[in-house]
Each structure stands twice: as C-alpha cells, then as structure tokens.
C-alpha cells in the first residue's frame, strides 16, 4: 500500500459503498458513468481514488475493490454537519444552481470546509508519485488543488466541477469568494460542463483574484491555467446493450402492463433535489388533466425520487411538498384501481431504470438549473428509434440534445404546452429527433469525456 500511485482521483465520496448482506456488510461500485470512465485508465498504472466512505468516524485503511485502490479519508459527525450539509450543500449548493433556495453564509462552516480540503490535500501530496498526475472532482474540494501544488509543485492537477459554475452577480456573495478562486487556480486545468461556466470562473478570476488572460488560458502567479469546457456524459454502449437484454425487455412489458397497456408513460426521474424541478412537473400535469387536455384513460406519470441528503432542511421540505402535490393530484383525478401518478421515493437498480426508460413515451427533464443531467442521456441511449425527451433548457444536457423539446421550466403555461406536445408527437417526427439524439451523444460518451479532460492535462 505505501506505493506510490501515478494517478490519484480525488472526490467527496470514494466510487464504493458499504452495503448491508444478511449480517455482515461489503463494498459495492456505486452507479454511474465516472468510475467505468476512469476504470480502464487507472487499471493501467498504479492509481487510487481518495475520497470519504460515507460514514462519520474514523476511515478504513486503504483497500482495493474491482480493481481500484480506495483510499478512503475520515470525516467526524462535526464535519458531516459542518463541512458537508452546512458549507456544501446549504452554501455552495444552492448559491450555484442560481440561488433557487436561498444560500446561507455561516461563518462557522468555513473552517471545517478548510480542514477538510486540507485533509485530502495531504492524503494525495502523501501518495502521488513524482511528476505524478491528481484529478479533483467537484464543489466539495474547491481549495485542494492549491494546497496540493503548495505541498507537491512537481505535480499536474486538473480541477472539473460537476455542477453549474455561478455567474458574477452570484458568485460575487460568497464572502470566501477569494480564496475559492485562488484554491481552483492550483489546477493546471480547470474544466466545466459549459462553455458558460468557464467562462464565468475566467471573469471572476480577473475580477476578484488578478488573473490576467482569456476564458480559454489564464495566467495567476508566474503559472498558466487553462479553463475549459468537458460536458460529463455516460458509457452510452452499456446502457445500449442493457436495453437489448431479454431480462430489460420482459420487464419493460410487464411494466407498461401495470401502468396500462393503453396508456402513454410519462416518466421521471430524479434525486430529490429542489434544483430538479420535480415539482413544477407535477404542476403541468395536473394543468393537463384539469384543463382535460389528457385524461386518467390517456396517460400516467411515473415520478422516481431517490432520496438525498435527508439531514437537510430544505431536502425534507421538498418531500414534503412533493408528496402534498402527489396526494393532491391522485385524489383528485384518481379511480379506484387507477391513479395518475404513481411515486416511488427510493432508488432503483439500473437494470430496472433502463426498463422503465424503455417503457416511458415522454421523459420529462425539467430542473431549474443542472450542471449536466445524465438521467437526460440515459434515456436517449436507452431508446430505440421513438420517445420524446422534453428537457430544461437550464441543464448542461440541453447545448448537446437541441433535438429534445426544450422547455422554460419557471413557464408552467409553457411546459403543459410541451408536454402536450409530447403526448401527441407524431411517429415520424419521433423518429427524427431521436436520431439526432443518438448521434449526439454518441459524440461525446464518458470515455471521450475522460480522455479529452486527460490529455488537456497531458496524462
Ligand atoms: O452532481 C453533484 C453531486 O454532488 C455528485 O458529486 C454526487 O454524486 C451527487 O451530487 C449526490 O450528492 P451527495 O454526494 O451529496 O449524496
């Protein structure tokens, strides 16, 4: 274990979690395109991922699983509180995503944020090789890729953040607003989801921290950093061929059985997030049925809602609301035997999603604001030749899939009119769009993503 690796990710969380089995627990690779993008790029040389195993307390040592060196790092319950529900998610969060909850600035959340940071900071320095490479990940870490280059200026770090990047008007109100631009300038490549988001960071560096340079190269501190633009995606084969399996197909018909073979899917799927505007859909859904622009007969909407970050005030109140608006809306329009809306709040294995993705007419992507949305292309790669995508135009994913009806979602007129739309799109025009679809994300899948990213880095 005291090899050095030549490759260190770092994360919040490690790409691994300890699940319950009968008595006793094991680590299982959490879903998502991240860790099969970079499996085949660390299996080659010696690697680890760094990163917290999702409880308070002491960490485990390092162990490896499925090929990857887990290096897991500890957080005690303070720091879950302080550091992670207090400065990430209530600070940083929301004041990214546009402030559609209001950010809140606790001046006894920053020093945790700091130590934190600091802690990962160290466990990289300690184990990159010389002239080694670290790749930081996300809103969390914002300050590692400064301390590590204080501690290790051999090494080449890249930066990307996973979530929107704030414009000025935004970004200006974080009182820690310095030291979070001058933390990202350690990298020596800072990417984004967007063109927007770099650009944004390259303006504030100019701004606020006396970087002098364009949006595409920066210079801060005799060094040159390059922002840019990588917008995430998925191993879009995998979800291809899961959706061609017998197993995918049988479920998918026993799925549109349950819900009515006669009737049009609608579906959603979410983490239940604020930012998701999970909301909002059920909204234009009950203005549909209301205004007897589809009926109890016509169609059903699926809504899936993964719990998340449950310790946060305003992630229950989101519950809370949303299970309101559901209740509502079934007793409303609701038969015996028959409802609008079924909800499942729980997450569901991939197999199952690509079923439902399979089985679902419209897929409604609706968030207020999203860095990506990779729900958006799981859909998409899941599909065959129909389908309609109807995605927010405030998502990372819609300056890749313009095929898909694009839709204001604060516009609630608006989106009842495309999801309308959607309900009756003719076949042909289906058809059209999809492929456009497909040969959009086949462009840019996670391994061209990761690739892209590494060799701005020169890895
Ligand atoms: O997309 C942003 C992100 O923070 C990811 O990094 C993470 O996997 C996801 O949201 C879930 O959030 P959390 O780690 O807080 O449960």
């Known amino acids: 274990m005291s090899k050095k690796s030549q490759i260190v990710i770092i994360s919040n969380r490690l790409p691994v979690a300890r699940v319950r089995r009968g008595g006793s627990s094991e680590w299982r690779t959490s879903p998502g395109g991240l860790v099969s993008a970079l499996t085949p790029i660390l299996s080659k040389r010696p690697s680890r991922w760094i990163g917290w195993a999702g409880t308070s307390g002491s960490a485990p040592e390092p162990f490896e699983h499925e090929g990857i060196l887990n290096h897991p790092v500890r957080l005690s319950r303070e720091e879950m509180e302080t550091y992670y529900e207090g400065f990430c998610n209530r600070t940083l969060w929301p004041l990214y995503h546009d402030a559609v909850r209001t950010p809140e600035y606790r001046r006894r959340w920053w020093r945790p944020y700091v130590e934190v940071n600091r802690r990962f900071a160290e466990a990289a320095a300690d184990t990159v090789a010389k002239r080694g490479t670290v790749w930081v990940h996300d809103y969390h870490l914002q300050l590692v890729p400064a301390m590590i280059r204080e501690l290790r200026p051999d090494v080449r770090i890249g930066f990307f953040l996973h979530i929107p990047f704030p ?53 801060y501190e005799g060094r040159t950093i390059l922002p840019g633009a990588y917008p995430v995606s998925i191993d879009v084969e995998r979800f291809e061929q899961l959706a061609k399996t017998e197993s995918v197909r049988r479920r998918t018909e026993e ?15 979410d983490r239940m997030d604020y930012t998701k505007g999970i ?29 998340s970050r449950e310790r946060v005030e305003q992630y229950g109140e989101l519950r809370a609301h949303v299970e309101q608006l559901v209740g509502e809306i079934n007793g409303e329009f609701g038969e015996l035997g028959r409802t609008p809306i079924h909800y499942l709040h729980r997450s569901l294995p991939t197999e199952e999603l690509v079923a439902l993705y399979r089985a679902a007419d419209v897929m409604l ?13 799981e859909y998409v790669a899941s599909r065959d030749d129909t389908g309609v995508l109807v995605l927010s135009e405030f998502t990372g994913s819609a300056k890749e899939l ?37 040969r959009a994300l086949r462009r840019n899948d996670v391994f061209h993503w990761a690739n892209r990213f590494l060799d701005a880095l020169k890895v």
């Open 279 to 307: 909301d909002i859909r059920l909204h234009a859904y009950r203005g549909l049925l209301r205004t007897e622009r589809t009926t109890l007969e016509e169609s059903v909407l699926v809504q899936v809602a993964v719990p």
């Open 365 to 377: 992507v609706t968030p207020l604001r999203d860095g990506m949305n990779l729900v958006a292309k």
């Open 402 to 438: 313009h095929s898909a009806l694009l839709v204001n979602p604060h516009d609630i007129d608006g989106l009842e009119a495309a999801l309308h739309t959607a309900l009756h799109m003719p076949p042909g025009e289906q058809e059209d769009r999809m492929k456009s679809l497909h």
């Open 255 to 269: 799925f549109r059985k349950r819900l009515g073979a006669d009737r049009k899917i609608i579906l959603g799927v």
């Open 167 to 219: 414009p000025q008007e935004l970004f200006a109100q974080l009182p820690w607003r310095q030291p979070i631009l001058a933390g990202l300038l350690g990298a020596d490549v800072v990417g984004f989801q967007t063109r927007g988001g770099a650009q944004n960071f390259s303006r504030l560096c100019r701004r606020y921290v006396a970087a002098e340079g364009t949006r595409e190269e920066l210079h």
